[in-house]
């Protein structure tokens, strides 16, 4: 077998495997490979990239590793790391603050290096299944928890876990102190953004037939028994853009599809709720406290004093501090480790691309005012979607639009 036959076997390999770890990122993100704070995905997503770069190594075109590089993202790049020394000079060197620097630095290069390898075909089924699979266990969670008051672990126990409070739970379910089914997730709320980017995606960009709107209200009514707030309000609104889309289209079918699908949907969530069933659910979802502490950070953030004597932090931030059990959602959080700048390099890279992706770009920038997906592997989930719906070829001329000479370069990602 020559270098080349070689080669391109990596390249489908490592593409594959990359496309595999990203979608699968919020559930091998808690299991450990028990080296400092590693996870199964900082693992499998490492070794995808050496497998890619070998195969370009073989075929001495390393440097076409820079072509089609999401050329957006490297000024808030330089801004995490920039923040970093900012950091050590007001607060001194911290080694868990270069840990969790270096840490998300590599989830921001996987996107400006390697997101091209990403297969959307391979990635979008898998995302499915993923979804549907995750949501059907959600169900089974609920019903032993309701029916039989028994708590089912959807963690895998003989798996070293990131989180010890985690595996105390995959050892003995009853530990969970929030009886809200979780699926395979770390929480109630990281099922929930999950399952509603895809409906979003599906709803609004993907290919539509017969059986995509029964599954999606199927996943819904899976984000409505996580209880998770957010996750409710961005699935509604999903619901209501593509409602307004298919009106807008004159899609006759469609609409009659989907209102005839609510109305079943709804007549069953009102019988549920006076039977009793949705009690726990209501409670949290109208519990107007629960929900607005989300928002809790964002006076934090904005209280000058907080930043101690360097007025200047609100520009260029703190650096990746630890904060403790002080809770701050995405954007808010953006903001205190990266300032300002930081916060507007971000913003730009969701902006800089054409227009068919800026709704799921306002979706993201939506749903991180309740989550934190920006600072987690969900951003690497997120901008290997974002940049396929964005269509490369069509981006702005800042993106250096070349193609690597290699037999499977030319992978799914860049096919209409």
Not at 224 to 249: D, Y
Not at 336 to 364: E, M
Request: hydrophobic fraction near 55%.
């Amino acid at each position: 077998m020559n270098k080349e036959r070689i080669s391109s076997l990596l390249l489908k390999s490592g593409s594959i495997f990359l496309t595999c770890s990203i979608v699968l990122c919020p559930i091998l993100m808690l299991y450990s490979i028990k080296i400092s704070t590693v996870t199964f995905f900082d693992l499998f997503s490492l070794l995808s990239v050496c497998i890619l770069v070998l195969s370009l190594l073989l075929q001495n075109k390393l440097l076409s590793i820079l072509d089609k590089a999401f050329l957006p993202l490297v000024p808030f790049c330089v801004c995490v790391f920039a923040s970093f020394l900012f950091s050590c000079i007001l607060f001194g060197f911290q080694i868990d603050v270069l840990f969790r620097t270096l840490r998300y630095l590599y989830y921001v290069l996987i996107v400006i290096l390697f997101v091209k390898f990403f297969d959307k075909n391979v990635g979008i089924k898998i995302f499915k299944w993923a979804c549907i699979i995750s949501t059907l266990f959600l169900f089974t969670q609920f019903v032993a928890l309701q029916a039989f008051n028994k708590a089912i672990s959807g963690y895998i126990k003989f798996l070293p876990m990131i989180d010890e409070s985690l595996k105390a739970i995959a050892e003995n379910a009853s530990l969970i102190r929030n009886p809200r089914p979780r699926s395979f997730f770390q929480e109630p709320a990281h099922y929930a953004a999950y399952i509603s980017m895809f409906i979003f995606l599906d709803l609004l960009y993907l290919k539509r037939s017969k059986i995509n709107l029964p599954i999606d209200i199927f996943l819904f009514a899976g984000v409505i028994i996580s209880s998770s707030t957010t996750g409710i309000i961005m699935c509604l609104l999903s619901f209501v853009a593509f409602f307004l889309k298919v009106i807008f289209e004159k899609r006759k079918k469609d609409i009659i599809i989907f209102s005839s699908l609510s109305i079943v949907f709804v007549i069953t969530g009102i019988i549920l709720i006076s039977l009793g069933f949705l009690d726990s659910v209501v409670s949290k979802v109208t519990n107007v406290q629960s929900f607005l502490a989300r928002f809790d950070g964002y006076r934090y953030v904005f209280d000058f004093s907080s930043f101690g004597s360097a007025f200047v932090t609100l520009f260029f931030g703190r650096g990746m501090l630890d904060l403790g059990t002080f809770y701050l959602s995405g954007y808010p959080r953006l903001l205190y480790y990266f300032g300002i700048v930081g916060l507007l390099c971000f913003s730009y890279s969701l902006i800089s691309v054409n227009k068919k992706a800026l709704p799921f770009a306002t979706f993201f920038m939506i749903i991180n005012l309740g989550t934190v997906s920006v600072l987690s592997p969900y951003m690497v989930l997120f901008f290997s979607l974002f940049i396929s719906i964005a269509e490369p070829r069509k981006l702005k001329s800042f993106l250096r639009i070349k193609t690597l000479n290699v037999e499977y370069a030319e992978i799914s990602i860049y096919v209409k």
